[in-house]
């Protein structure tokens, strides 16, 4: 980096620098030849004695000299050989003559700011580049000479990742930064060397002696961590695109409330504003809180009597435990990623044709979530996990590979098939590819790049296609891959089995059936042409109605089973590469003025976002081998480096979101510009950090933020009205929100407590009962309800079609399975009571519930409508209440009567809303 770099002048007093002012650039890089110079504010009388001498590691300190002039451009500090400079700055020189320069090394300068010291002197710091110099030649570089520099070293290093300099670690390879100082946890080289990460380094090789591990992960410990500024000093954008800094653990005066750092930063920002945080929720509506948190369903009445009646310190932490081992936490949280991800198993538009397989990627997100894949292994999976090697489970143990299942992700958007367009489809496809990526996985809102540069954020248009680029080699097709044992694979064979055995039958029912009718039309004196018209006229003579009806439902059997056997086909739904050599080249990729087809502009290559990155460079994309262009892999490693500020945020933003029914950032897939302001930014850069941390563990997050005080806070503030005077959002966290449930939770809630719930897991969908006249209006796609086992099933795996939603999913605000979902929305209308009071499911229901009931408790009214407030609202009812009931029974069935009680308690505001 040749020339000169200038920051802004700050205001300096006579004695002191503003450290800030003077924070050279990240990884600026100085030497080759010729003459760098940083420049700086200006010195005004500041007197010599105030700067110490400079210590520099004995490799470069010939090379390199230093001046700083006062105002009077008195020379503080200069090179006897140059003399001073008559300029009114400061400033540092590196000046390299070739013969000192060993196979033309460069010396990096990382963050080495002017600051004070010694009481009240200023002095220029460059004591953190000696010690870490010494740190890396002693401690560090023997270690990597002997075990790593064979393959990272030299310009064809492994994965792009040279280990010959401290300034080669932080400035890492393809998978981002091997070193972050200070912190050997979140290192990538020791993730690599603990096999944390998969492959094992040294690869190929004997791992290395635990003495050796220990050793080197000391020295990294204390090389200098980076200093930045804290989020809340620096501006939005500044924050949304710099790395997270472990932030400084705020002082509370409540200290006794703090049950974990979550606590003390929450509790900082309130007592700023002079708030407190409210009391503890009930233990009962703690209770129902987290069960449906994790599990989406309530607790049994055994279940609930057990949490409620144990008085141990850890019964909380141990139900939390128990909960995220459960089955169901998976179908829980699996549809919150669903959401995300568009899924749907119809392709949209007019046609809204079938996608018989797409279920295989819903099991595959169940089952990532249960065993707590980690997140950047599941982001990697998704994006281009026909690229990535059969790993290790992260908690041990062999799993196999569901790369191919993974990458329906790069599918679920919504697909108009039309060959008339074909170039256009595939267009729209990159672009929803480009678009959905960044939202969902760093939170960015790119695709608003596709036509001019980003309104708001600084995401210029050629960024858009920079991205887009990664996917151009990326081809739509169904890949053939047998069920996986967890899938049931027996039983998947068995069932195809029998369907094929089945259609082979039914086609031979309707080939005799056709054969006695044409004989009936020969007879009558028809041409076999005129044989289906003649069938589907209700007024003709030739055919009798029940020939007509027994005709029409044999030819719906085949249809069906038809439609079922692809449902079972050992095919995943998916991608492939369309790459040399299979191909000359990978198509190009261009700028589109407008975004239009035709419109092509400058080309690009792929590349990640300028503003994140801080340059427009092309992507370094590692050879992959024959029919791979690696270009889905490279942009995966990039999203989720640790060096990567947004994905690690935006994941704990999610999770954040999801157990306290908002966001630290309120616009969960919009960190930009344009979005909201994160309530508690060093949080959730806490949180991120420990996400890292913690391998990626998504349950870890839970625990931490389930075991907050702040979670555990009533939904009711002792202080109401100064609360909401001060915070009438509840962006403080002062109480806990009021969470309505998702309408999957609110008809998997009613299922289970009239006992009627299909626990079943896995598999196609099933098919939910709509009216006659709308299960037979589509011409492309029969609709064929499930049996009514299957019809009671966990609403997660009820057939997504994008045309056709369950009533109740509609009114209570499902997601639009069109687009990505971040938030949904929570209306108030009154369709949703009509469905409640009046609709099929509650009816049906609200009389199982009442039959459950009588059956426990038998048939007198006053343990009836106690037993009923029991098992719905997890209490006993008030006198009140219990008057009101009894009322219900007047003149009616007790059969009756409970069944008009079990539709009121499903219509409560308690039964809906997590208080």
């Given at each position: 980096?040749?020339?000169?770099?200038?920051?802004?002048?700050?205001?300096?007093?006579?004695?002191?620098?503003?450290?800030?002012?003077?924070?050279?650039?990240?990884?600026?890089?100085?030497?080759?030849?010729?003459?760098?110079?940083?420049?700086?504010?200006?010195?005004?009388?500041?007197?010599?004695?105030?700067?110490?001498?400079?210590?520099?590691?004995?490799?470069?300190?010939?090379?390199?000299?230093?001046?700083?002039?006062?105002?009077?451009?008195?020379?503080?500090?200069?090179?006897?050989?140059?003399?001073?400079?008559?300029?009114?700055?400061?400033?540092?020189?590196?000046?390299?003559?070739?013969?000192?320069?060993?196979?033309?090394?460069?010396?990096?300068?990382?963050?080495?700011?002017?600051?004070?010291?010694?009481?009240?002197?200023?002095?220029?710091?460059?004591?953190?580049?000696?010690?870490?110099?010494?740190?890396?030649?002693?401690?560090?570089?023997?270690?990597?000479?002997?075990?790593?520099?064979?393959?990272?070293?030299?310009?064809?290093?492994?994965?792009?990742?040279?280990?010959?300099?401290?300034?080669?670690?932080?400035?890492?390879?393809?998978?981002?930064?091997?070193?972050?100082?200070?912190?050997?946890?979140?290192?990538?080289?020791?993730?690599?060397?603990?096999?944390?990460?998969?492959?094992?380094?040294?690869?190929?090789?004997?791992?290395?002696?635990?003495?050796?591990?220990?050793?080197?992960?000391?020295?990294?410990?204390?090389?200098?961590?980076?200093?930045?500024?804290?989020?809340?000093?620096?501006?939005?954008?500044?924050?949304?695109?710099?790395?997270?800094?472990?932030?400084?653990?705020?002082?509370?005066?409540?200290?006794?409330?703090?049950?974990?750092?979550?606590?003390?930063?929450?509790?900082?920002?309130?007592?700023?504003?002079?708030?407190?945080?409210?009391?503890?929720?009930?233990?009962?509506?703690?209770?129902?809180?987290?069960?449906?948190?994790?599990?989406?369903?309530?607790?049994?009445?055994?279940?609930?009597?057990?949490?409620?009646?144990?008085?141990?310190?850890?019964?909380?932490?141990?139900?939390?435990?128990?909960?995220?081992?459960?089955?169901?936490?998976?179908?829980?949280?699996?549809?919150?990623?669903?959401?995300?991800?568009?899924?749907?198993?119809?392709?949209?538009?007019?046609?809204?044709?079938?996608?018989?397989?797409?279920?295989?990627?819903?099991?595959?997100?169940?089952?990532?979530?249960?065993?707590?894949?980690?997140?950047?292994?599941?982001?990697?999976?998704?994006?281009?996990?026909?690229?990535?090697?059969?790993?290790?489970?992260?908690?041990?143990?062999?799993?196999?590979?569901?790369?191919?299942?993974?990458?329906?992700?790069?599918?679920?958007?919504?697909?108009?098939?039309?060959?008339?367009?074909?170039?256009?489809?595939?267009?729209?496809?990159?672009?929803?590819?480009?678009?959905?990526?960044?939202?969902?996985?760093?939170?960015?809102?790119?695709?608003?790049?596709?036509?001019?540069?980003?309104?708001?954020?600084?995401?210029?248009?050629?960024?858009?296609?920079?991205?887009?680029?990664?996917?151009?080699?990326?081809?739509?097709?169904?890949?053939?891959?047998?069920?996986?044992?967890?899938?049931?694979?027996?039983?998947?064979?068995?069932?195809?089995?029998?369907?094929?055995?089945?259609?082979?039958?039914?086609?031979?029912?309707?080939?005799?059936?056709?054969?006695?009718?044409?004989?009936?039309?020969?007879?009558?004196?028809?041409?076999?042409?005129?044989?289906?018209?003649?069938?589907?006229?209700?007024?003709?003579?030739?055919?009798?109605?029940?020939?007509?009806?027994?005709?029409?439902?044999?030819?719906?059997?085949?249809?069906?089973?038809?439609?079922?056997?692809?449902?079972?086909?050992?095919?995943?739904?998916?991608?492939?590469?369309?790459?040399?050599?299979?191909?000359?080249?990978?198509?190009?990729?261009?700028?589109?003025?407008?975004?239009?087809?035709?419109?092509?502009?400058?080309?690009?290559?792929?590349?990640?976002?300028?503003?994140?990155?801080?340059?427009?460079?092309?992507?370094?994309?590692?050879?992959?081998?024959?029919?791979?262009?690696?270009?889905?892999?490279?942009?995966?490693?990039?999203?989720?480096?640790?060096?990567?500020?947004?994905?690690?945020?935006?994941?704990?933003?999610?999770?954040?979101?999801?157990?306290?029914?908002?966001?630290?950032?309120?616009?969960?897939?919009?960190?930009?510009?344009?979005?909201?302001?994160?309530?508690?930014?060093?949080?959730?850069?806490?949180?991120?950090?420990?996400?890292?941390?913690?391998?990626?563990?998504?349950?870890?997050?839970?625990?931490?933020?389930?075991?907050?005080?702040?979670?555990?806070?009533?939904?009711?503030?002792?202080?109401?009205?100064?609360?909401?005077?001060?915070?009438?959002?509840?962006?403080?966290?002062?109480?806990?929100?009021?969470?309505?449930?998702?309408?999957?939770?609110?008809?998997?809630?009613?299922?289970?407590?009239?006992?009627?719930?299909?626990?079943?897991?896995?598999?196609?969908?099933?098919?939910?009962?709509?009216?006659?006249?709308?299960?037979?209006?589509?011409?492309?796609?029969?609709?064929?309800?499930?049996?009514?086992?299957?019809?009671?099933?966990?609403?997660?795996?009820?057939?997504?079609?994008?045309?056709?939603?369950?009533?109740?999913?509609?009114?209570?605000?499902?997601?639009?399975?069109?687009?990505?979902?971040?938030?949904?929305?929570?209306?108030?209308?009154?369709?949703?009571?009509?469905?409640?009071?009046?609709?099929?499911?509650?009816?049906?229901?609200s009389r199982r519930f009442a039959e459950r009931v009588m059956e426990l408790v038998g048939p007198d009214p006053a343990r009836q409508i106690t037993k009923a407030f029991s098992l719905a609202l997890m209490r006993e009812p008030s006198a009140s209440e219990s008057q009101q009931a009894r009322r219900l029974y007047e003149g009616r069935q007790p059969g009756d009567a409970l069944t008009r009680l079990s539709t009121v308690l499903f219509n409560l505001t308690e039964f809906l809303y997590l208080e």
């Open positions: 980096m040749n020339g000169s770099i200038a920051w802004g002048d700050r205001g300096l007093d006579k004695r002191w620098f503003n450290t800030a002012a003077f924070t050279l650039p990240r990884a600026g890089t100085f030497g080759s030849a010729g003459l760098n110079i940083i420049r700086g504010p200006g010195f005004q009388n500041l007197d010599a004695t105030l700067f110490k001498s400079i210590r520099i590691s004995e490799r470069f300190q010939s090379d390199l000299r230093f001046e700083v002039f006062n105002f009077p451009n008195y020379p503080l500090l200069s090179n006897p050989a140059t003399g001073p400079r008559p300029a009114n700055f400061g400033f540092i020189t590196s000046k390299y003559a070739e013969r000192n320069v060993q196979l033309g090394r460069k010396v990096r300068f990382l963050n080495y700011v002017l600051h004070p010291i010694a009481g009240a002197a200023g002095v220029l710091a460059l004591t953190a580049l000696a010690n870490d110099a010494t740190v890396f030649r002693e401690k560090i570089e023997p270690i990597l000479k002997a075990h790593c520099a064979g393959c990272h070293t030299g310009p064809q290093s492994q994965a792009a990742l040279s280990v010959a300099s401290l300034a080669d670690l932080l400035k890492g390879g393809k998978r981002g930064p091997a070193l972050m100082p200070g912190k050997s946890s979140h290192s990538l080289l020791m993730q690599f060397v603990r096999g944390e990460r998969s492959p094992r380094m040294p690869i190929g090789g004997k791992p290395l002696p635990e003495a050796t591990v220990t050793a080197l992960a000391a020295a990294i410990d204390a090389v200098t961590p980076v200093a930045q500024t804290s989020a809340a000093g620096k501006d939005h954008a500044s924050w949304v695109f710099q790395t997270p800094v472990e932030p400084t653990m705020p002082a509370v005066k409540n200290a006794a409330w703090v049950k974990n750092p979550v606590d003390a930063f929450v509790l900082a920002a309130l007592e700023a504003k002079g708030l407190a945080p409210a009391p503890d929720a009930s233990k009962r509506a703690l209770l129902r809180r987290v069960y449906f948190d994790l599990v989406g369903l309530p607790p049994t009445e055994e279940e609930a009597q057990a949490f409620l009646q144990d008085a141990a310190p850890d019964a909380y932490e141990k139900l939390i435990d128990k909960l995220l081992a459960d089955r169901r936490y998976g179908e829980r949280w699996a549809r919150h990623w669903l959401d995300l991800v568009r899924f749907a198993e119809s392709d949209g538009f007019a046609i809204d044709g079938e996608r018989p397989t797409a279920w295989r990627y819903r099991d595959y997100v169940i089952r990532a979530f249960n065993n707590d894949k980690p997140y950047d292994e599941f982001v990697l999976e998704q994006l281009a996990g026909d690229e990535m090697q059969r790993r290790l489970a992260a908690r041990g143990g062999n799993i196999e590979n569901e790369g191919l299942l993974a990458l329906g992700f790069l599918r679920m958007g919504p697909w108009e098939r039309d060959t008339n367009f074909d170039a256009q489809l595939r267009l729209d496809w990159l672009n929803e590819m480009a678009g959905t990526t960044s939202q969902v996985f760093f939170g960015l809102t790119v695709g608003c790049a596709r036509c001019h540069d980003h309104k708001y954020d600084p995401i210029p248009q050629k960024d858009f296609y920079r991205l887009q680029a990664f996917f151009a080699a990326t081809r739509i097709e169904d890949r053939p891959m047998p069920h996986l044992d967890i899938e049931g694979r027996l039983a998947m064979r068995r069932r195809l089995r029998q369907l094929e055995d089945d259609l082979e039958s039914s086609n031979e029912a309707v080939k005799v059936l056709d054969k006695a009718l044409k004989s009936k039309l020969a007879a009558a004196g028809k041409k076999e042409d005129e044989f289906q018209k003649l069938l589907g006229d209700k007024d003709s003579a030739v055919f009798t109605a029940d020939e007509r009806k027994q005709h029409k439902d044999a030819a719906e059997r085949v249809t069906k089973i038809g439609l079922e056997i692809a449902r079972y086909q050992p095919l995943a739904y998916s991608v492939n590469e369309v790459a040399p050599p299979a191909v000359m080249d990978v198509e190009p990729t261009y700028v589109l003025a407008g975004g239009e087809r035709l419109a092509r502009g400058e080309q690009v290559e792929p590349g990640f976002l300028k503003a994140i990155t801080g340059n427009s460079e092309p992507a370094k994309i590692a050879f992959p081998g024959r029919y791979r262009s690696g270009r889905r892999k490279a942009l995966a490693e990039w999203i989720v480096s640790p060096a990567n500020p947004l994905t690690a945020r935006v994941m704990a933003n999610r999770i954040w979101q999801h157990h306290f029914g908002e966001g630290i950032v309120r616009t969960p897939s919009d960190f930009g510009l344009n979005g909201d302001r994160p309530s508690h930014p060093e949080l959730l850069d806490w949180l991120a950090l420990q996400f890292i941390g913690n391998k990626w563990s998504i349950k870890a997050m839970h625990r931490l933020m389930l075991t907050s005080n702040t979670y555990r806070q009533s939904t009711r503030h002792t202080d109401a009205q100064r609360s909401g005077e001060v915070d009438p959002n509840n962006r403080l966290l002062s109480r806990m929100n009021w969470v309505r449930l998702e309408s999957e939770a609110l008809r998997d809630s009613i299922l289970a407590l009239s006992g009627g719930l299909n626990r079943e897991a896995g598999g196609p969908g099933m098919f939910f009962h709509v009216k006659d006249e709308i299960a037979q209006g589509f011409q492309m796609f029969k609709w064929y309800p499930s049996d009514e086992t299957a019809q009671r099933r966990r609403s997660v795996y009820a057939f997504q079609r994008r045309s056709l939603s369950m009533p109740l999913m509609e009114v209570f605000d499902a997601a639009n399975m069109s687009e990505s979902c971040a938030r949904r929305s929570v209306t108030t209308v009154s369709p949703q009571a009509l469905t409640l009071l009046n609709g099929e499911l509650t009816a049906a229901e």
